[in-house]
Every structure is written in structure tokens, then in C-alpha cells.
């Protein structure tokens, strides 16, 4: 049984490497950002 | 969820997904424009999940860049709406024109719609052959195309067949003589391959005041095109207004 705490640094990894865009933000009218993948920000042209 | 997207917070659309968040709590493949860094706007397809997380409240966002598929959407409208041998709008085009310009112009605002035939046309392309025909075609475009505008509009809607769509102050409506002058300029003489290719119009111009029905508006200025033509004249207009202004 691989420990769980394996699996979620593997999703991070997923989060970092994807070529897909993804984020996570505030459930806010105006929101903040909490995390954005490096896909994210090449896609808009910013750094974190 | 704001990221950084083209319309204001108060978007009816942000809005409508801001809904789908609260009461389904995910939206899946939106088309959401970006603002990149640079203030390129990115078309994006953004599939969103809310979700609580020890308290906490967050969207999960995936966003897919769209931009290829939009541009490809973009040329394919384009082409639909252009004429392959001149490069003017085509038939398709100048029928949203017309139709939008017959009742949304602005207030104080007259529609003037110039119907075009060539005279002689048949006779170049019996003579010197479609290519040549083609290219005077493309002749009467460009010097057509002089006369465009935010103000006037311009198309190929069939085989020699083109129309100049003008709005205009309603107290300085064109002259007949404007519109003389014009079927002058795109009938002047041509030169392709070193022959000298003489052509002639018939100008049918309706010209109204009002909002109107835009198949009206156009079977006036065909009737008017007709009436021109009758003369025998190379080069003839026929300007009337439709609404008795």
C-alpha cells in the first residue's frame, strides 16, 4: 500500500507539471489567488 | 472567482457562473477571456469546482487555452463572409450589414444603399476571357473600396453586381451628382494587359429616413439599378427616396 502522503506529493507534482492551466483561489466575489501552476502563469504572463 | 478576466466583476455572464457555483458548485469548459500580462486577451475554456475544505471555501479552477480554436472559428467567419474574386464582402456579409443598418442606425441617421450593375461586363469577358473579366472585377473592388468607411460599405453580392451601403446626416442626404461622380471613378478606364477595357454601371440608390424593411430598401434600389440601365446610358444613376422624405 503506497502511503497517502506519497499520492498527494505525486498530485502536486501533477499540479506542477501539467501543461494545463490550473488554480485555486478564495470562493470570493473578488477572490485571491492561493496557488497557480506554472502553466497558469506563462498562460497570463505573470510570476507568482 | 475573478482571475484576470476581460469584463467587469459585474458581467452578466461572471455572474450567471458565480450563480452555477453557489447553487450546482461547479461549471465545466465556460468560454472566459483573460487579460494576459502584456493586455492580449486569451480565449479560455474554465471548468470550475467549489469546494470547502476544513472550513475553508475555494474554487479549483482548470483553464484550457482556447485561443487556437477561436482564431480558426474567426477565419472560417471570415471567409464566409468574403468574396473570393474581389476580397470585398460577399452577399452573405452585406445582408447582416443591411439588415442591421435598417433599423438599428443611429437617431438622425439615413441609409442610402447604392445599387451597382456593370455595363459591358459580358462583352470584356467574351472578348479577353474570365481572367481578365476577374481582374476588372477586382479593378472596380479596389477603386470601390476607396470609398469605405466606418460610414460606407462596400460588396460583391453577385457576378457584376456590387452595392455601396452609406450612412449619412439626414439633413445632407448624397446628391445624384455625388453618385454620378462615384460610378465615374470605378468606371474609368482600366488597363490590364496592356488593353484599354472600358466599362459602364447603372446606379440604382434608394435613399431613406426612416427604419425600413431591408428586402424593401433593396427591391427599390434594384428597380432604381433597372430604371438607370433603360437609359442606355454607360454610365447612369437613378436616386430616389423610398420613404417620400
Known sequence: MIPRQVVYEALVDVFELSPVAICISTAEY????????????RLIGRSW | MYLDTVRSLDDPERLRRLHELETVGLYQLEEVDLRHSSGRVIPTL??????????ERLDIEIIIDNSERKAVER?????????????LPNRAAFDHRLRNLSTQR???????????DLNGFKSVN?????????????GVAERLRAYVDP??????????EFVLLST????????????????????????VDDSRITIGAALGVALTGEAVDADALLRRADILMYAAKATGRAVAVDLKWIDGT
Open chain 2, 46 to 55: 474554465i471548468s470550475t469546482q467549489r469546494r470547502t475544505i476544513n472550513g
Open chain 2, 151 to 160: 460610414q460606407h460599405f462596400a460588396a460583391r453580392i453577385g457576378g457584376d
Open chain 1, 30 to 41: 473578488v477572490s485571491r489567488y492561493i496557488m497557480a501552476n506554472p502553466a497558469y502563469l
Open chain 2, 106 to 116: 443611429p437617431s438622425g441617421q439615413g441609409l442610402a444603399l447604392a445599387y451597382i
Open chain 2, 168 to 191: 449619412f446626416p439626414r439633413d445632407e442626404p448624397p446628391t445624384a451628382a455625388e453618385l454620378q461622380a462615384i460610378a465615374e471613378a470605378i468606371c474609368a478606364v482600366m488597363l
Open chain 2, 75 to 87: 477565419r472560417i467567419l471570415e471567409a464566409a463572409y468574403t468574396d473570393v474574386v474581389t476580397g
Open chain 2, 126 to 138: 467574351d472578348r479577353y476571357g474570365h481572367l481578365v473579366g476577374d481582374r476588372v472585377l477586382r
